[in-house]
């Protein structure tokens, strides 16, 4: 069995006391993580803001700044097949998609890298003779980012990337549940070099390990990925620090496709938005809107694709389906695809466990259809593979049900009329709206949520803004005295 340890203050440490890990392909246990608990907790703060200003960190220029973040992007490149086998360990992801994903984090690493000496002032043309002034952009302070176990090397890329570079510290939060991957990613910020402090990497529970984080008082930053019940959590404890705070929570994101769309490629778009990683993504396209007339041979065509998606074992190259990551989510999943049938959806196909899996947490890739009836999975996030489908007969019937949502983090639409396309870009409420494609993603484009999808942009050019503050700088340019304040002129 591993054990997994935290790195805090430039070290690696056992843990005041740990918690079982179990791997989802068996359901058996496979590691024991650290819990970090309030000490913990509060020691690797403090480690983070002594580095701020120790000059080991705080003196390094942007150019040497970004240095550090382009041998950690090289060594992540390096490290794949570990960081990827671990990743599927913990969260039962395939490694196929572990292994592409981590290999693109490398590149959010050298983009932020690569920004770390373009962060700029301005100076100021002001009304005041005699006077210049400016303005300075400075690192925030510490920064307290907590990501959750899905995607964590991607989540927390665009939270540590724009943080170092622009001079801040972090404490990184793991998901206490699959922490692992972030643990073992630990290894590399200590391989390239970051001052002792500069990054430190913790797990634990909420009550403890993330109520202290969040309102610690030398945390100047919160960057949090996760559910809006929890984001309100942070949200309150954030009080007590007013510390500026980012959310990247859920989803429910509609796909619309119009009977004009080139149906295969908005099939396959369906089927990678939703049975990708399991269904677990905060963008997963978990609402097929589809207009009236395509609806039958449309659901045909999914139900043909999802059948013949290969399910087993993560760790083997052609497994294209594994199982959630915790029994809890598999059976919050059941009962909810339970209760969609019950009120009247039509099951196409799924909606069970598969036969031959024995242990570990598989569902199969559900479609119901629920045009006409209230159905729970059209409104909850279910974060597992299963896809609600709904019909629409014009366009603003499927602007309607697009938005009839209380998230608004991601959106697809599939048609050949670009026009009636700019006309739903300007009008779904989502962070994001892909035009026949899905689940694109880069460094250089920005994301985030409308409504319970949070607020605040990870990614993008902008975003190593948010990790500073600035600081107005007034300076006198002639040698007159500064007059008497108390003779009027």
């Not at 309607?400 to 639409?413: F, K, M």
Request: with cysteine; aromatic share 8%.
């Amino acid at each position: 069995m591993r054990k997994f340890q935290h790195y805090i203050d430039g070290r690696f440490e056992e843990g005041p006391a740990s918690f079982e890990s179990r791997n989802p392909a068996t359901g058996e246990v496979w590691a024991l993580m650290p819990d970090a608990g309030r000490d913990g907790t509060d020691r690797a703060v403090k480690a983070a803001h002594r580095a701020f200003t120790d000059p080991a960190w705080a003196d390094l220029t942007a150019t040497q700044r970004g240095k550090l973040l382009y041998r950690l992007a090289d060594l992540i490149a390096a490290n794949v097949p570990a960081l990827a086998a671990i990743e599927t360990a913990d969260t039962g992801k395939i490694i196929r998609e572990t292994s592409s994903q981590i290999a693109y984090v490398a590149d959010y690493y050298r983009y932020y890298a690569g920004l770390a000496d373009k962060i700029q002032g301005a100076y100021l043309p002001i009304d005041k003779p005699g006077m210049e002034a400016w303005l300075r952009r400075e690192p925030i302070g510490v920064v307290a980012a907590i990501v959750p176990w899905n995607s964590q090397l991607f989540l927390s890329a665009v939270k540590l990337g724009p943080a170092l570079a622009a001079g801040c510290t972090i404490v990184l939060k793991a998901s206490e549940e699959a922490p692992g991957p972030m643990l073992d990613f630990a290894r590399l910020i200590h391989e390239a070099g970051f001052p002792p402090g500069v990054v430190n990497i913790i797990t634990g529970f909420g009550a403890e390990c993330g109520a202290t984080l969040t309102s610690h008082p030398l945390v100047s930053r919160i960057a949090f990925t996760g559910g809006p019940e929890t984001a309100r959590h942070v949200l309150r404890n954030s009080a007590a620090n007013l510390a500026v705070t980012s959310l990247e929570l859920g989803g429910k994101s509609p796909i619309v496709v119009f009977s004009d769309a080139d149906i295969d490629s908005a099939a396959n778009a369906v089927v990678a938005g939703i049975f990708a990683a399991t269904g677990q993504s905060c963008v997963a396209g978990s609402r097929l809107l589809v207009q009236r007339d395509l609806k039958d041979r449309f659901l045909e065509i999914l139900a043909r694709k999802a059948g013949q998606i290969r399910i087993g074992d993560p760790q083997q190259k052609e497994t294209e389906l594994g199982p959630l990551a915790t029994e809890r989510q598999r059976d919050r999943i059941e009962k909810i695809v339970a209760a969609s049938v019950t009120a009247g959806a039509r099951l196409i196909t799924g909606g069970k466990r598969p036969d031959g899996f024995d242990r570990g947490f598989y569902y199969l890739p559900t479609i119901l259809d629920c045009t006409g009836v209230n159905s729970p999975s059209v409104d909850e996030e279910l974060f597992g593979p299963v896809l609600s489908v709904l019909a629409f007969d014009d366009e603003d019937e499927a602007l309607r049900l697009a938005n009839a949502t209380p998230y608004g983090l991601a959106s697809g639409v599939f048609t050949r009329d670009l026009a009636r396309a700019h006309r739903l870009v300007r009008k779904i409420r989502a962070g994001i709206v892909w035009v026949n494609t899905y689940r694109a993603i880069s460094p250089i484009v920005p994301f985030g949520g409308y409504g319970l999808s949070g607020f605040g942009r990870e990614g993008g050019l902008d975003s190593i803004l948010d990790y500073t503050r600035t600081k107005s700088v007034w300076l006198k340019t002639t040698d007159d005295p500064f007059p008497d304040p108390f003779v009027m002129r």
